[in-house]
């Protein structure tokens, strides 16, 4: 549904103005977004180097998913682990602080010696990488204006897909440069201590949530803050809403996710909903044809080389996916984009697996057939389920429990991640293309039941509105299976 904000909250707050504070909150989430960046590249940069990986140290493919798995595992670590820190000390230092992991564990794999070292390092990564995949999104949905929230959150994810096309060409071109050396991997790898650097410095000057300090009781220095990202009005209209909501808390759960998290049966329900968000997310085999992308290629019917510069393709389709999710993402419910495009994402896996089935192996069209279906997923998958995914995960929580129930859906949503990144390789030696794809479709129609009848609506809510839906149960009665309810309701 496209349009304006519904008149619900139009009414509640003073129009958002155009000014220099417009740019300073754009300045801010590209300076955020380069955690995104950095995720991106240190989950899309073993699509490329884990030939070189496995061939350099003698891995098996089991042991080979270890490598490229434990920064997922580590990740879902990172994910639990980063959000309740940020409830603790704040959005800002929690990045800046991930900034450092992340520079810090790509010297260790660059420079290991051994597996074990090389382990370590992509650990060290993963942690920052799940930490990033939530602070961020908070970070940026608490400084955003409701009317472009989704926009601006959603720069994070398409920061992302960014950094997995950006891995894409570099290990491409580093591959062709540098042929099959044994240390090219380690080339590649590299590259992203540089970003890690520019997000350290550049957090270093950026605001910390305004949300977080009323929270916290530093409303004086919220309301400055508020006032360098909307004009003065909205700015204080703003402050007092954060205020009242932050009041009508219980003492006993203020500024303890813990305790809000389990004095409720509506918000353990939503951080359940949110958890199966994230996995339906997952399940999808989106970070399958990231992480494997050259090794399906080849399945496919590419050689070596020619794989690795075909595998450019998705990653340049994700981007152009994400551009186009964020141009939607304030103009369609979250979730019609969710429904879209899991019917979507579903619909390819059935074609790449007949494809698969009933083309030859050795025929010419082939490796390109299924090319092409490879790409409509990613475009499906990153214009419709991507970057709504994590907007909707960072709007969904109150403001006590926010990074923890981030947290805890991403820990579900990582653990998802790591099982496929640990048993793709097995996977596709085991039941081939086909086999691998037809299972993605079948989980992928049961994802699509959960979003129809669990997941509620956020879009065009204020956060502040939205908390006072959860707590009470109220956002429950906009999903589908609640609509005779609502109308019920609106009759007496």
Same mark, same amino acid.
């Given at each position: !549904? ?87 000390? &704040? ?19 660059? #420079? ?41 959150? +959603? ?17 491409? /071109?580093? &591959? ?11 080339? !590649?790898?590299? /590259? ?8 350290? #410095? ?5 605001? *910390? ?23 003065? *009005? ?6 007092? =809403? ?58 496919? &019917? ?26 939607? !993402? =304030?103009?369609? =419910?979250?979730?019609?984009? #969710? ?22 192996? $050795? ?17 499906? !998958? ?30 579900? +949503? ?17 039941? &081939? ?39 009470? $149960?109220? /956002?429950? /009665? ?15």
């Amino acid at each position: !549904m496209s349009g304006q904000i519904p008149a619900r909250e139009a009414t509640e707050l003073p129009p958002l103005t155009s000014g220099p504070h417009r740019k300073r909150i754009g300045f801010i989430s590209v300076i955020a977004c380069l955690g995104g960046l950095l995720f991106g590249y240190d989950t899309g940069v073993s699509n490329g180097a884990e030939i070189s990986i496995q061939s350099q140290l003698g891995l098996d493919d089991i042991g080979l998913g270890v490598v490229i798995s434990s920064l997922v595992f580590a990740a879902a670590v990172g994910g639990l682990i980063g959000g309740p820190v940020s409830d603790r000390i &704040g959005r800002r230092s929690t990045i800046i602080a991930m900034a450092v992991f992340f520079f810090c564990g790509t010297l260790l794999a660059v #420079f290991s010696p051994n597996f074990e070292i090389l382990l370590a390092g992509r650990i060290a990564v993963g942690l920052a990488v799940g930490a990033a995949s939530i602070v961020v999104p908070v970070y940026l949905a608490e400084l955003a204006p409701l009317e472009i929230r989704g926009m601006i959150t +959603g720069r994070n994810e398409l920061a992302i897909v960014s950094g997995q096309l950006a891995a894409f060409v570099i290990n491409a /071109i580093i &591959g062709l440069v540098l042929g099959d050396e044994g240390g090219v991997w380690r080339v !590649m790898f590299f /590259i992203c201590a540089i970003p890690a650097a520019c997000l350290f #410095f550049g957090m270093l000057r950026m605001p *910390e949530s305004p949300r977080w300090l009323v929270e916290h009781g530093h409303e004086d220095r919220a309301l400055e803050i508020l006032k360098t990202v909307r004009n003065e *009005e909205r700015a204080e209209a703003e402050l007092a =809403d954060i205020r009242r909501i932050t009041a009508e808390e219980p003492n006993e759960t203020r500024l303890n996710g813990l305790k809000a998290l389990f004095s409720s049966r509506w918000l353990i329900r939503i951080v359940l909903i949110g958890c199966g968000v994230a996995i339906a997310q997952q399940v999808t085999g989106i970070n399958s044809i990231m992480y494997y992308g050259q090794r399906i290629l080849i399945e496919s &019917g590419f050689g070596s080389s020619a794989a690795l510069v075909a595998n450019i393709a998705p990653g340049i389709l994700a981007v152009v996916g994400g551009l186009i999710a964020l141009r939607n !993402m =304030d103009r369609v =419910d979250r979730r019609k984009t #969710f429904i879209l495009g899991l019917t979507l994402t579903t619909t390819c896996h059935i074609l790449i697996g007949v494809s698969s089935l009933v083309i030859p192996a $050795g025929n010419p069209i082939r490796p390109y057939v299924l090319l092409f279906l490879i790409c409509a997923f990613v475009l499906s !998958m990153q214009s419709c389920l991507n970057i709504a995914v994590w907007v909707w995960l960072a709007e969904i929580f109150p403001l006590n429990m926010r990074g923890l129930g981030t947290g805890i859906a991403a820990f579900a +949503g990582w653990l998802m991640n790591g099982v496929l990144a640990l048993y793709v390789p097995s996977l596709i030696q085991g039941i &081939g293309i086909t086999g691998t794809f037809f299972l993605f479709a079948v989980i992928g129609a049961i994802a699509l039941l959960f979003i129809v009848t669990q997941v509620p609506e956020t879009r065009g809510w204020s956060l502040e509105k939205l908390e006072e839906e959860v707590t009470t $149960g109220a /956002i429950y /009665i906009d999903t589908i299976k609640g609509k005779a309810k609502r109308a019920a309701r609106d009759r007496g």
